[in-house]
């Protein structure tokens, strides 16, 4: 052996295809992707300036016209996970010193502070107890007293199962001369959301919920108003600049996330930003094909039937639910856990016994509330069913005073209700 080294043997790992278990997602997401997705994710790679990637590009922004219920030109997708949505919306909308007003309600409402925060801005908080919402007036109030750039507000925030009301706040915002921003993640085609009629100046959402896809890519829209902002800080890449492009002395911070450049990239000029991950791409527009395809109103009303038969059924059962249930997102319920029980064990006993997951939840409800989602491809009556038939069977295992039956019972109770409407109709 030379200067004292060993030879040292490697046993040969044998890796296995990729096969992961069966699972339910029941959750507050991700969620099943619905099988017509994947398939389309399935399919083989363009170029992305060949004719056929771009025209996709063009038709998935068209049915994301729809999806969003907007005519706004700038509606497109980011490359990403829904916070790359939110990041690309902040960012490029926020310069250094900029007041942003974020109400707070839950634990998004954090998220789009901190971000704001890593933007520069000065950011003003309000905030309501988790499971509340706001009233339109204490909105108003602070934004007359703020005077912000930009307000930003999530729409349904998963962590506590409530959506805020947005109606009122598009005209306010108009003015006084505020952005309107607002993240739908967890809400979009699970309830009623239409940018243009709220006024809304920008919008960022993911796949990953009621959209019934994988997470990896984020619809968005922008208004002209946004869109007016945007234009204002661009600058173009010094690798691709050419002579008479702009740049600007206040460009977007960051270079992926650079809406200016993305909507040249998305539109006719087919600026060389990044390449596009086709992949997500063909997911993504599956996703909002779907919608259409089905109706968006009525995917809404898939989603309303459904959680409002898992709540019916979680209350069947005897379990307290958490939050304002007036304000409640139609795709996902808060149920408190009762006392005596330990929740992470229940939730183990769904995955190991039955495969079906749901969520805890963050911060102060951690370990106090499961989170139950209805949502994309899961949002049917055999999920529903299957998951509280689940849930009973482990809850008296764990001594649970519960109501025997009394969760598909209930369950069963609205969707008989709503077959007997429509025989009648």
């Not at 998004?108 to 339109?136: M, N, S, T, Y």
């Not at 087919?270 to 991950?277: G, P, Q, V």
Request: aromatic letters at 6%; glycine letters at 12%; charged letters at 20%.
């Amino acid at each position: 052996m030379k200067h004292g080294l060993r030879r040292v043997g490697r046993v040969k790992r044998v890796f296995q295809p990729i096969d992961p278990p069966a699972r339910l997602l029941m959750g507050p997401g991700p969620i099943n992707a619905d099988p017509r997705v994947l398939r389309a994710m399935s399919a083989q790679l363009v170029g992305q300036y060949d004719p056929a990637m771009t025209a996709y590009m063009d038709e998935t922004q068209a049915l994301y016209r729809e999806v969003f219920q907007t005519s706004n030109e700038q509606t497109l997708l980011v490359d990403g996970t829904s916070r790359a949505g939110i990041e690309a919306s902040l960012v490029s909308l926020i310069e250094p010193g900029d007041k942003v007003l974020v109400p707070v309600f839950g634990r998004f409402g954090h998220l789009l502070r901190e971000i704001a925060e890593r933007c520069g801005a000065e950011v003003h908080v309000i905030e309501v107890p988790w499971g509340q919402v706001f009233a339109l007036e204490t909105i108003v109030e602070a934004i007359e007293r703020v005077q912000p750039k930009l307000l930003a507000v999530v729409h349904g925030d998963t962590s506590t199962t409530v959506a805020q009301p947005l109606e009122g706040l598009g005209e306010v915002c108009a003015r006084h001369g505020v952005l309107f921003y607002t993240d739908v993640t967890a809400s979009i085609v699970g309830n009623t959301f239409r940018t243009d009629e709220l006024g809304l100046d920008a919008v960022s959402a993911g796949l990953q919920k009621c959209l019934g896809g994988p997470s990896g890519s984020s619809p968005v829209t922008y208004s002209e108003r946004a869109v007016e902002v945007i234009r204002a800080r661009t600058s173009i890449e010094a690798g691709i600049r050419t002579e008479g492009d702009t740049t600007s002395a206040h460009r977007i911070a960051s270079n992926y996330f650079d809406l200016a450049m993305i909507f040249d990239y998305w539109g006719p000029q087919r600026l060389n930003h990044h390449t596009e991950a086709t992949t997500m791409l063909w997911g993504a527009r599956e996703c909002a094909r779907l919608v259409v395809d089905e109706g968006v109103d009525a995917v809404v009303a898939r989603h309303e039937l459904h959680g409002r038969a898992m709540l019916a059924g979680v209350q069947g059962l005897g379990l307290e639910t958490f939050g304002d249930l007036a304000h409640k997102m139609n795709n996902v319920v808060a149920v408190v856990i009762p006392d005596g029980v330990d929740g992470d064990r229940v939730r183990g006993a769904l995955l190991a016994d039955f495969g079906i997951e749901i969520g805890t939840s963050f911060g102060p409800l951690h370990g106090k509330i499961w989170r139950i989602g209805t949502m994309g491809y899961n949002a049917r009556r055999d999920t529903v069913l299957t998951t509280l038939a689940a849930l009973e069977a482990v809850l008296r295992r764990e001594g649970a005073p519960i109501t025997s039956g009394g969760g598909v019972g209930a369950a069963y109770d609205v969707y008989l209700d709503v077959d007997r409407a429509g025989a009648a109709a």
